[in-house]
T-cell receptor, first 114, second 115 residues
Framework: AQSVTQLGSHVSVSEGALVLLRCNYS??????LFWYVQYPNQGLQLLLK??????LVKGINGFEAEFKKSETSFHLTKPSAHMSDAAEYFC????????????FGTGTQLKVEL | EAGVVQSPRYKIIEKKQPVAFWCNPI?????LYWYRQNLGQGPELLIR????????DSQLPKDRFSAERLKGVDSTLKIQPAELGDSAVYLC?????????????FGPGTRLTVL
């Protein structure tokens, strides 16, 4: 079975500081990995996804993530946080052969302080 | 391009009452998903449709939940009767195809409160 673990349910950074949100996956087959963002009272919006092409994936709003097979990780980063980045972030995994079933982590709430 | 549309956005009901949620996916998207998101958790898949066929409903509590996707477009998710534990956000998503790398686009969700 596939799963993802997000370390840290709450992360707080200062505006302009580096954002690092952690995600580790467990999958018996090469995974497809996703990061979604959810703003209050809204649905989930795709930030980026890894589909076995480049290991460094660039997404929207200046976010990027690096797939590291040796560490089974897919951490999300942004060099400089903005107030508008405050939201909840979800890591998710799907795998080939089982259709498009996403398994989500429990989420990380990002707070950006002045 | 219009996104995934869901209604209602909010619903408050008494326990044992029925409730229904409606979803209109993005035009041309063949695959439709219903997820439930409990407070403080990530979404969990309830059912997945490919066109009008339910291909994965293993997580749907079939004693009280039902879903349909007539003509392979709009979908309705129903709960009858609702229980206190059903309070959650119900999210609908759609994707163009069913591949594992296909992006799922989510609607804003319906927040259900069962009193």
């Amino acid at each position: 079975a596939q799963s993802v673990t997000q370390l840290g349910s709450h992360v707080s950074v200062s505006e302009g500081a580096l954002v690092l949100l952690r995600c580790n996956y467990s999958s018996s087959v090469p995974p497809y990995l996703f990061w979604y963002v959810q703003y209050p009272n809204q649905g989930l919006q795709l930030l980026l996804k890894y589909t076995s092409a480049a290991t460094l994936v660039k997404g929207i709003n200046g976010f990027e993530a690096e797939f590291k097979k040796s560490e089974t990780s897919f951490h999300l980063t942004k060099p400089s946080a903005h107030m508008s980045d405050a939201a909840e972030y979800f890591c998710a995994v799907s795998r080939g052969g089982g259709g498009n079933k996403l398994t989500f982590g429990t989420g990380t709430q990002l707070k950006v302080e002045l | 391009e219009a996104g995934v549309v869901q209604s209602p956005r909010y619903k408050i009901i008494e326990k044992k009452q029925p409730v229904a949620f409606w979803c209109n996916p993005i035009s041309g998207h063949n695959t439709l998903y219903w997820y439930r998101q409990n407070l403080g958790q990530g979404p969990e898949l309830l059912i997945r449709y490919e066109n009008e066929e339910a291909v994965d409903d293993s997580q749907l509590p079939k004693d009280r939940f039902s879903a349909e996707r007539l003509k392979g477009v709009d979908s309705t998710l129903k709960i009858q009767p609702a229980e206190l534990g059903d309070s959650a956000v119900y999210l609908c998503a759609s994707s163009k195809d069913r591949g594992p790398a296909d992006t799922q686009y989510f609607g804003p969700g319906t927040r259900l409160t069962v009193l």
